[in-house]
């Protein structure tokens, strides 16, 4: 089974979307975005555990955009304003938050009690349930009528 073809949304390209924003409606609608975002990601990448550590952050390419470069001032060790460079990137907490959000949604499971490590659900257990039992209704009837039929035959 191969990738499922993933295309991030227009929003990525928006550098504020990697900084959490202070205005909670603002927030909400951007949390709703990331949360879909990663969940499309995990679902397309076929990715069922995300860690919660820099490494995935730096590791995870929808954490990313290298495309936004985002100038801003910062002092230098001398005491002089410059201008640097910084690429769209979100940052650890903010990434916590989101996980926190999706647990608390039932769209992720903590795997350890450190909160280190997270199941991804791109479908819920109960949606994964309806799946295959629809599966089997469909693909394995006729095999029930012929484990039927064989038990009478025997009995």
Partial sequence: MGDIAFEEPPIYSFP???????????????????????????????????????????????FSNKQIRRMSPILCLVHQLCVCSRVGKLNLEFLKELVGEMVKEGLAEWVTGQRAQVLVYWLKPEE???LISNW?????????????????AEG
């Fill in 128 to 130: 994964w349930a309806n």
């Fill in 136 to 152: 089997v209704c469909i693909h394995c009837w006729d095999f029930k009528l012929e484990i039927f039929h064989d038990c009478l």
């Fill in 16 to 62: 504020p979307f990697f900084t959490r924003q202070p205005n909670a409606q603002t927030y909400a609608s951007q949390k709703s975005a990331w949360i879909n975002l990663i969940l499309q990601y995990h679902r397309a990448k076929r990715v069922w555990r995300l860690d919660i550590n820099q490494e995935s952050l730096d590791k995870i390419p929808i």
